[in-house]
């Protein structure tokens, strides 16, 4: 496989001469360097950066880049990508001879608009969280809560770009056609039942031709890196259209991808060996290698915070309402959801986005959803200023985050995805 290794990037030791990124609790320290979009005021176009504590480097400015875009980063083979991570740390490392250079490339975060990290072409979500599969699927089979597929493909539907939003956005709690247990008929309403999925957010960097499959050891080798992502789901619309062809207007009203992506080689210390439980079928050999089995899972802790109207006037950042990792809460790698996607011949392109689904862990309290958080909507989570949510109310804000810890390596993070509920009908705000 053509995971990254472990080099002398990922030094615990390494310092930057941009002080911010050496503070202890930033995401974004000289052995992170993700990708990201930005703009300032006056500025036509946005403009390819990478985070470096809380400024961003300008990579055109810093003579990294030929033009202002990410295009040609995204495209990068992975030994061609460790090259410009080499250089990128080199350059901002404490003592080195581009700090003079580099510093006129340095934009403060605060004064940055951050857009999305790509123009995203198509958006595909799969369903890789098993205990999230395992808790809806009781909701609604109790005594068969996980289909026979499930351990065997990949489960996704395609989905719609054009509502994928970078963090920092608010939209307009969707409308749909809601027919409850008791109703005689569907009548067209507000989403009673409005909802989070906590996901991890996979771009596509080189593109593959049609027709030719990628195969698992090559697949890493495609992905730009991974972001933060929130699936907004109307449960009560998702529940009356989603049989027989799944998902649709109960999921493509908004998402939110948070703006920085994290590239496999920041990832790199972060590894896990990929284990399927006792008993269960070893997956076919087009998503089965020794590289996946050794070091096919990324470790990554995962928070949600939910930030009520009533807390941001009193001043209250918000709780953490649930914590879960992506390697105890995925049953599919990364590897093999860029396999399994091309093994018919489609074709992915640079720009494309996978959702994972929701990464629920195996207890109550580690959901990735409000309809897990609080039994399908039957107990409600009690909030520490009193207030309960079983699904989310109007002027919520709900905040994913992520890090990589192991000792021995410097801590890394995802920043922030953030997104606010509207009421039914309001007026978007212009996003990035
Ligand atoms: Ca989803």
């Excluded at 699904?391 to 919520?396: I, T």
Aim: charged share 20%.
């Amino acid at each position: 496989m053509t995971a990254a290794r472990i080099d002398d990037t990922h030094d615990p030791q390494l310092r930057s001469w941009v002080e911010s990124a050496n503070a202890a609790g930033t995401d974004f320290p000289i052995q992170n360097l993700p990708f990201g979009r930005f703009r300032e005021t006056g500025d036509a176009h946005w403009r390819g950066g990478v985070a470096i504590g809380d400024q961003v480097l300008d990579l055109h400015r810093a003579g990294l880049l030929p033009g202002p875009g990410l295009d040609t980063v995204m495209r990068l083979r992975p030994g061609e990508r460790a090259d410009l991570r080499r250089t990128l740390s080199q350059g901002l490392a404490a003592g080195s001879a581009r700090h003079a250079a580099w510093r006129d490339a340095l934009v403060p975060m605060a004064r940055a608009q951050l857009g999305l990290p790509c123009q995203i072409g198509d958006y595909t979500d799969f369903y890789v969280g098993i205990h999230h599969a395992t808790a809806v699927g009781k909701l609604f089979r109790p005594d068969n809560p996980l289909l026979p597929n499930y351990k065997w493909v990949p489960i996704g539907y395609h989905g719609r770009a054009s509502t994928v939003n970078v963090s920092g956005h608010a939209f307009a709690r969707p409308q749909g056609q809601i027919k409850g247990p008791q109703d005689d008929a569907p009548r067209l309403a507000p989403s009673q039942r409005l909802d989070i999925e906590l996901e991890l957010g996979i771009f596509i960097g080189r593109p593959n031709a049609q027709g030719q499959p990628i195969a698992i050891d090559e697949a890493e080798g495609h992905v730009f890196g991974l972001a933060l992502f929130n699936d907004w789901s109307a449960r009560d619309v998702q529940a009356w259209e989603y049989q027989p062809l799944g998902p649709f207007l109960a999921k493509n009203f908004a998402s939110t991808v948070s703006p920085w992506v994290v590239t496999l080689e920041a990832l790199a210390p972060f590894r896990q060996p990929f284990v399927r439980p006792a008993g269960d079928p070893a997956p076919l050999p087009y998503l089965d290698s020794p590289a996946v089995r050794e070091h096919g899972a990324f470790a990554i802790a995962l928070e949600v915070w939910l930030q009520t109207e009533a807390m941001r006037r009193s001043g209250h950042t918000g709780d953490c309402i649930s914590r879960s990792g992506f390697s105890e809460a995925a049953y599919w790698t990364v590897a093999q959801l860029v396999a399994h996607h091309t093994v018919n011949g489609c074709a992915l392109q640079s720009g494309d986005l996978f959702g994972s689904g929701t990464l629920s862990g195996p207890a109550r309290e580690q959901a990735g959803s409000l309809l897990e958080l609080s039994n399908g909507g039957k107990q409600p989570i009690t909030l520490s200023n009193g207030e309960q949510r079983s699904f989310l109310a109007d002027g919520d804000t709900v905040t994913l985050r992520g890090h990589c810890e192991r000792p021995g390596f410097r801590r890394i993070g995802f920043g922030e995805c953030t997104g606010t509920v509207l009421p039914a009908g309001a007026r978007m705000p212009a996003g990035a």
